[in-house]
């Protein structure tokens, strides 16, 4: 089974930049499609985007398309979020998906991301 641990959130200045990891811990990735959600207090968990990790394809919540950039590294256990020029709006937790191809899904805890100067 694996865990998913997200890391590299924090405080941000706005118009800052945003780069989360996602990782994984007890296998890769390759059988997944990672994706990436934040949750403001009180709402919906929004889905961002999210990559099938053994073909690299992506996809995109229309309304963020162009603002996030989701990859994958070479060893295929590490999955990254980018968000370039912060906004106040998007200081949520953010959190990491895992899904096999078989249906099992797996959440990461979720890292906190502030935006504040």
């Known amino acids: 089974e694996v865990q998913l641990v997200e890391s590299g959130g924090g405080l941000v200045q706005p118009g800052g930049s945003l780069r989360l990891s996602c990782a994984a811990s007890?296998?890769?990735?390759?059988?997944?499609?990672i994706g990436w959600f934040r949750q403001a207090p009180g709402k919906e968990r929004e889905g961002l985007s999210c990559?099938?990790?053994?073909?690299?394809?992506?996809y995109y919540k229309e309304s963020v398309r162009g603002r996030f950039s989701v990859s994958v590294n070479d060893a295929g256990d590490t999955v990254t979020l980018q968000r370039g020029s912060l906004e106040s709006e998007d200081a949520d937790v953010y959190y990491c998906?895992?899904?096999?191809?078989?249906?099992?899904?797996?959440w990461g805890q979720g890292t906190q991301v502030t935006v504040s100067s």
């Open positions: 998906r895992g899904e096999t191809y078989g249906g099992s899904v797996y």
């Open positions: 007890g296998s890769t990735l390759d059988n997944y499609a």
């Open positions: 990559i099938k990790v053994d073909v690299g394809n992506t």
